[in-house]
């Protein structure tokens, strides 16, 4: 797992829901487990950390309100991951959209370019579509 668990969690530990997060490594996300309950000890963290080793494509469920799909470089995955995410109700966010949404047919409801080299998609249905570029 990266950076984002760490972030999303810090969400879920100040504003409430569950997080779960999984990887297909299995020693990774024992890894990332044992250093978010850590970072966050004395957080009520315990009860709302999933950390899963699978393939997150076999998670996706209408149990979740926001899927965060930052997986493997390769675009076939995401692809995958992003139809069976689609599914579902709630909102789709996809990292480094730029590599790993060449195959999505989808146009991204909001596209976040936070430079050539780096963009966000966000999905929901319903909803219209912008561009918003973000200069850091």
């Not at 997060?21 to 963290?45: A, M, Q, V």
Request: hydrophobic share 40%.
């Amino acid at each position: 797992d990266g950076w984002s668990s760490v972030y999303w969690a810090d969400y879920v530990v100040n504003y409430g829901g569950e997080l779960m997060t999984c990887n297909i490594d299995g020693p990774e996300i024992i890894e990332c487990e044992k250093f978010l309950r850590s970072l966050f000890e004395i957080n009520p963290l315990k009860t709302q950390l999933n950390c899963i080793c699978a393939d997150g494509v076999n998670l996706i469920s209408d149990d979740f309100d926001l899927i965060y799909l930052d997986g493997g470089d390769d675009p076939g995955e995401t692809t995958k991951q992003f139809e069976a995410a689609r599914k579902v109700r709630g909102a789709i966010l996809i990292d480094d959209f730029h590599m790993k949404g060449q195959f999505i047919k989808d146009k991204p409801n909001i596209l976040f370019k936070f430079s050539n080299d780096h963009k966000m998609a966000f999905f929901m249905n319903g909803m219209g579509h912008e561009e918003v570029e973000i200069k850091v």
